[in-house]
């Protein structure tokens, strides 16, 4: 398979889908207290029209897949398409993005199909915090989520957006997560999807702040050398077993190796997690289009790239960047 380019001279290999913009939490940077308006389902892309997708842009060079959301389990049926996407041929990785509330039924039939990795969503250790980050009571669900995905031996990053006046005090016991357990802790600074738009003049946990704070409490971190591609700056804490990131979300440090896609779950391609979305796929697949014409599509998408987060926020159309995070994925 030859390798999929962009217009910068970037690989493309990486497919993030958003399969829903449902969520059963209520995340505040994500989306406000009363949820948003979701998409009608018959405008959400069948699993039918995903799989053809998938097949197609594994044919064009993508290896690996992220599903995500809104929260992927609330989708009914979602192991349909897990199941499905795990047949096609190409695709190497099958990853998940989850909130971990409603996943842990489903965990041990993902492992064998042969998921890569999962990130799983948690910014605080404390359930009063938990309640008052994601509006709901199910910290207990997501940490039973968390062990049993160690206990089945899956590969996990842990997701935190580490929020002034909100999270500040779990910062050292997620890092601890690294020590006590075999996984990854990625700090991601706050991006303004929250369904209302950015309420800070200037972001105070910014990337260099992060990483400030986790010198000030272990002074022997030390870097690692990212994997390619890897969104996240990755650092170790002699002794423990995981790894901790930082993922300067909103600093976009990252944009120049950036080899991803995505597709929102109405079938909207974004070449870049901060544009306003660069095309309709669901549309020109539901009029009759070919599988050439629709490859042709995402190749056109990809030869008109922004260069980075800033150029693609720069060149929206519509709102300024606002939507909530649960109509683009993450
Ligand atoms: N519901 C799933 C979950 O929470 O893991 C998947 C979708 S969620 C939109 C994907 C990721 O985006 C989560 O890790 C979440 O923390 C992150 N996220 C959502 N809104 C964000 C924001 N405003 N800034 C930074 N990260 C955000
Ligand atoms: Fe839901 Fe994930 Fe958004 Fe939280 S971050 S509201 S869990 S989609």
Sequence with gaps: MPPLFDNHGRKINYLRLAVTDRCNLRCFYCMPEHGIEYLPKDHLLTYEEIVRLVSLLAGMGIEKVRITGGEPFVRKDIMELFRALSRIEGIKQINLTTNGTIAGKWLPELKELGISSVNLSLDTLDPKRFHQITRRDDFENV??????????????????????????????????????????????????????????ADLHWNHIRILEAIKAIYPDLQKVPDPPFSTSSNYFIPGHQGNVGIIAAYSRTFCGTCNRIRLTAQGTIKTCLYDDGVFNIRDLMRNGATDEQIKQAFLDALNNRARNGFEAEARRLGLPASESMATIGG
């Design 143 to 200: 940490m039973a989520t968390f062990h049993q995905l160690i206990k089945l031996g899956i590969p996990t990053k842990i997701n935190s957006v580490l929020m002034q006046g909100k999270n500040e005090e779990d910062l050292e016991g997620l890092v601890n997560l690294t020590r006590d357990y075999p996984v990854s802790v990625r700090f991601i600074e706050e991006m303004p999807f929250n369904g209302e738009g950015a309420k800070y």
